[in-house]
């Protein structure tokens, strides 16, 4: 939860927001109507919906994102509404800040915001450098074809 405080520099500070995903939980009109007012209109709002989705009563007419999200999983399904609303995002997400929290911790320790900027700006680089360590490289090698079948090549 962001404290009323820190919430005013956060907006006037932050960089657009184009995306906004969320679980279930936030699914319905109120939430979208509230990230449109203060986000603004070209926001792309993806939220996974209920077991049970009702289209809204001017769905015909002028179609909601969610009623548009109803339609797309009803004509393909879950998995493929996930993949092409880039719902899929929000997953690796969730594995950043669960990262963050085990190797960084659960709050950032400074005090101003000048300086909570600068220790998430630190230990984003940390992150980015332990990932890079852990991920396996990868070389491509073109095999030698007149030792095809000769057993194993020993250099």
Same mark, same amino acid.
């Given at each position: 939860?962001?404290?009323?405080?820190?919430?005013?520099?956060?907006?006037? %500070?932050?960089?657009?927001?184009?995306?906004?995903?969320?679980?279930?939980?936030?699914?319905?009109?109120?939430?979208?109507?509230?990230?449109?007012?203060r986000?603004? %209109?070209?926001?792309k709002?993806?939220?996974?919906? /209920?077991?049970?989705?009702i289209?809204? /009563?001017?769905?015909?007419?002028?179609?909601?994102?969610?009623?548009?999200?109803?339609?797309?999983i009803?004509?393909?399904?879950?998995?493929?509404?996930r /993949?092409s %609303?880039?719902?899929?995002?929000?997953s690796?997400?969730? /594995?950043?800040?669960?990262?963050w929290?085990?190797?960084?911790?659960?709050?950032? @320790?400074?005090?101003s915001?000048?300086?909570? @900027?600068t220790?998430? @700006?630190?230990?984003? +680089?940390?992150? %980015?450098?332990?990932?890079?360590?852990?991920?396996?490289?990868?070389?491509?090698f073109? +095999?030698?074809?007149s +030792?095809?079948g000769?057993?194993?090549?020993?250099?």
């Amino acid at each position: 939860m962001i404290h009323p405080p820190f919430r005013a520099n956060w907006i006037r %500070s932050a960089p657009p927001v184009k995306l906004f995903l969320a679980d279930g939980a936030y699914d319905g009109e109120p939430t979208v109507r509230a990230l449109i007012e203060r986000l603004g %209109s070209e926001i792309k709002v993806t939220i996974p919906l /209920t077991e049970n989705p009702i289209l809204s /009563t001017d769905a015909a007419q002028n179609p909601s994102a969610r009623d548009r999200h109803i339609v797309d999983i009803a004509a393909h399904g879950r998995m493929a509404w996930r /993949t092409s %609303s880039d719902y899929n995002q929000r997953s690796r997400g969730e /594995t950043s800040m669960g990262r963050w929290k085990a190797v960084i911790g659960p709050k950032l @320790k400074a005090r101003s915001f000048e300086n909570q @900027k600068t220790e998430a @700006k630190i230990g984003v +680089r940390i992150l %980015s450098r332990m990932t890079g360590l852990g991920r396996p490289n990868f070389e491509r090698f073109a +095999r030698n074809p007149s +030792r095809v079948g000769r057993g194993p090549c020993l250099r």
